[in-house]
């Protein structure tokens, strides 16, 4: 079993940045891909990015310019991502999933291991 916990979120105004936080526990982190995923009200959950066991990122296309920077401490059994120029569109509830080793993924149905979530929410 695998215990996932996001933090980091909250209120921030256009333009501004945040950096999200999972740490995970009951089990070998190193393992695991991890990555982070956000769902809006009404809208399918989407891909953010990836970072495999092997160190490999990936990034949706439609954020990397912004979401660049996802990292992983697995002393720490923690991860983290860093969020640019934030638009009200990235307004959403953002989670950390855990998956297969290897170079990771940006499919959902890859990761089995799913966190509760951190809301963030993007207004002026």
């Known amino acids: 079993q695998v215990l996932l916990v996001e933090s980091g979120g909250g209120s921030v105004q256009p333009g501004g940045s945040l950096r999200l936080a999972c740490t995970c526990s009951?089990?070998?982190?190193?393992?695991?891909?991890i990555a982070w995923f956000r769902q809006a009200p009404g809208k399918g959950r989407e891909a953010v990015a990836s970072i495999g066991s092997n160190g490999i990122t990936s990034y949706a296309d439609s954020m990397k310019d912004r979401f660049t920077s996802i990292s992983r401490d697995n002393a720490k059994n923690s991860l983290s991502l860093l969020m640019n120029n934030l638009r009200p569109d990235d307004s959403a509830m953002y989670y950390c999933?855990?998956?297969?080793?290897?170079?990771?993924?940006?499919?959902?149905?890859?990761?089995?291991?799913w966190g509760q979530g951190t809301q963030v929410t993007v207004s002026s």
């Open positions: 009951g089990d070998i982190y190193r393992r695991y891909s």
């Open positions: 999933a855990a998956g297969p080793s290897g170079r990771g993924s940006l499919r959902e149905d890859w990761f089995k291991y």
